[in-house]
């Protein structure tokens, strides 16, 4: 019996299978086409995808391949409104990331050999049927052969029209239908002023009689002619009728000539003059606005355009579903370890988190695709006007950019693993900790304490410190403080607590002191013997609180450094895909002790 059975080897279903295997479960990913996919389709990776994608230390696979470009310019009747720029928020990856479906899925194929984990092609999800303790899938071989698996869970990342989701009954995809014909094309673009498309921009363009993309994608073979992505409408917006079919993505059945995608192109950008050519791929697609109701039914689960689809525009859909297939893994993985005290509120946190999330793209990209689409010249005039003052303001230009490269994606607050931070004895309100939900930024580079074995000064950011917590809750204790206060009084105490609490395969302590106040260079009196291995990578050493990029800075404590009598530490609990469960502050062994408790709420906790 698998833990995990894939249905779908898209890039959504590939990072899942990556990161379970990567977690040491057995794992059947199968699908019906041959090989990875020959199209371009999806194309942009956002800043937290790409940080998502560095925290489980293959993003390199993708930037190695990938187009970097710096901001788009937006265009209305041919004439320059003005830019959008890349935004350094608080992300090692501020820039646009381009790189096509195609060169997406070989990569995610070639790390999963690298895990020996081999992709069942040809092979289809027939049905499926749960049990209490497992799933029964038949499959369809590429001989034509059916045979049943089983598997404790079963994933669909299926696409719009997912097997998965269509075998249980009552699991709906909810929304609609827009009959509108989009074509996209990969060409060489020649002419007059082709070269203003090769400043490392995307281009979009606004017109009376709809609108286009122009988006750099590079060359499709080493040394060969530069490719750019076009997009355009070919009718005007228009909903289908409410009770339609789901008929999102590629339309297999139609066609559509070069001829007619530079018809209408040409007319978009006019009085600028290019000439699209060379095809690599030429389609039509049309879009569906839809999402499942509930991303969960007992021991399946849908990720990716299984559980949600939407407009292209903005290019949010791969990257929310490679987000969702992170945040159900380490749960998933959690459960299947027997390590939660409570699998199905673990479990159920996955709808309850991603599910807002994919209704506020559903929401933008819905409407940004009915403006931007419909032949009008009153609403081209607006835009106009719109994007001329949008462009104008620097703070609107950073939200938006910020919106569509998900940096100011955030766990939901109602979310039941969301921590309290309120202690049994009082309430801490308004400490200017980070806040639960939050996504943790990069730091500045700490310095490992123990150097017993080490044959030079290590220095890592707390990111870097963290990549090794896969499946791990980091419990941070930040312990800096200036240097006229005495050394942090509660650093044993933390010690103490945590591994009495939680075995390290739950979660992984790091504690922060101050560098004058650390004493020496060796493992603390207190660390037992038989914990010394495990505490190297424990204790760390900031130099500076008082830098923008320093842990104390990054979490809040700097603003409590002169509190009296004392200066408080800061207890901050990090999950497996970098946002904060929760965050208080210590000043007294109490508060240590309410920090670990609450963690207690989903993780299992040691038995004494």
């Not at 369809?140 to 079963?154: C, F, H, R, V």
């Amino acid at each position: 019996m698998y833990d995990v059975l894939i249905s779908g080897a898209g890039p959504v279903g590939l990072f899942f299978a990556y990161q379970m295997v990567s977690l040491g479960h057995s794992v059947l990913i199968l699908d019906k086409s041959s090989g990875p996919t020959g199209q371009s389709r999806a194309i942009l990776m956002t800043s937290r995808t790409l940080e998502t994608l560095d925290n489980r230390g293959i993003a390199h696979h993708f930037l190695k391949n990938a187009v970097i470009t710096h901001g788009s310019q937006a265009f209305s009747q041919g004439h320059l409104v003005g830019y959008l720029d890349a935004v350094n928020e608080n992300t090692l990856f501020p820039h646009m990331t381009c790189l096509p479906q195609t060169k997406t899925e070989i990569a995610f194929g070639e790390i999963l050999q690298q895990k020996s984990l081999t992709i069942q092609r040809e092979t289809a999800l027939e049905s499926y049927k749960q049990t209490p303790d497992h799933v029964e899938a038949i499959i369809k071989n590429s001989d034509g052969s059916t045979e049943t698996i089983q598997a404790k869970y079963i994933i669909g990342a299926d696409g719009s029209h997912s097997v998965v989701r269509k075998c249980t009954e009552g699991w709906t995809y909810d929304g609609y239908a827009v009959s509108t014909r989009f074509a996209m094309a990969d060409v060489v673009l020649e002419g007059k002023d082709a070269d203003m498309f090769n400043n490392g921009r995307v281009s979009a363009f606004s017109h009376p009689k709809g609108s286009a993309a122009i988006i750099p994608l590079g060359p499709n073979v080493d040394k060969g002619p530069f490719y750019h992505r076009l997009i355009c409408n070919l009718e005007p917006y228009k909903l289908a009728d409410q009770d339609s079919k789901v008929t999102h993505g590629l339309l297999q059945d139609k066609t559509v000539t070069l001829s007619e995608v530079q018809k209408n192109v040409a007319e978009r950008i006019a009085p600028l003059q290019i000439v699209p050519k060379h095809p690599a791929w030429i389609s039509l697609f049309r879009v569906n606005e839809r999402k499942a109701n509930g991303y969960r039914r007992n021991r399946a689960f849908l990720i990716g355009d299984a559980a949600h689809c939407h407009s292209p525009v903005g290019g949010q859909g791969m990257n929310l579903g490679l987000q969702d297939a992170d945040n159900l893994a380490w749960k998933l993985s959690l459960v299947l370890k027997g390590l939660s005290s409570d699998p199905e509120k673990l479990l159920d946190s996955y709808s309850l988190e991603r599910e807002p999330i994919a209704e506020q793209v559903l929401k933008a990209t819905g409407n940004m695709t009915s403006a931007g689409f419909r032949n009008s010249y009153l609403l081209s005039t607006i835009l106009y006007y719109v994007m001329s003052a949008v462009m104008s303001i620097e703070r609107v230009r950073t939200f938006i950019v910020s919106q569509m490269m998900q940096l100011r994606v955030e766990v939901p607050k109602d979310s039941p693993l969301l921590l309290p931070n309120s202690s049994s004895n009082r309430r801490q309100k308004n400490t200017g900790l980070i806040e639960p939900g939050s996504y943790l930024h990069e730091t500045g580079p700490l310095r490992k304490r123990i150097l017993t074995h080490a044959l030079r000064l290590e220095r890592k950011t707390l990111r870097d410190i963290l990549q090794g917590c896969r499946d791990q809750h980091a419990v941070i204790f930040v312990g800096s403080r200036p240097s006229r206060r005495t050394y942090c009084c509660w650093t044993q105490d933390f010690w103490t607590k945590v591994k009495k609490t939680y075995s390290f395969q739950v979660v992984q302590p790091v504690i922060i002191e101050s560098t004058w106040h650390a004493r020496d260079s060796r493992v603390p009196d207190y660390v037992e013997e038989k914990e010394k291995e495990n505490a190297e990578d424990v204790f760390w050493l900031e130099d500076r609180w008082d830098t923008l990029d320093s842990v104390s800075k990054r979490i809040g404590l700097t603003a409590h450094m002169w509190d009296k009598p004392e200066t408080p530490a800061a207890i901050v609990i990090v999950r497996p895909d970098l946002y904060v469960a929760h965050s208080s502050l210590v000043r007294s062994t109490e508060d240590i002790d309410f920090a670990l408790e609450v963690l207690g709420g989903y993780l299992q906790q040691q038995k004494h």
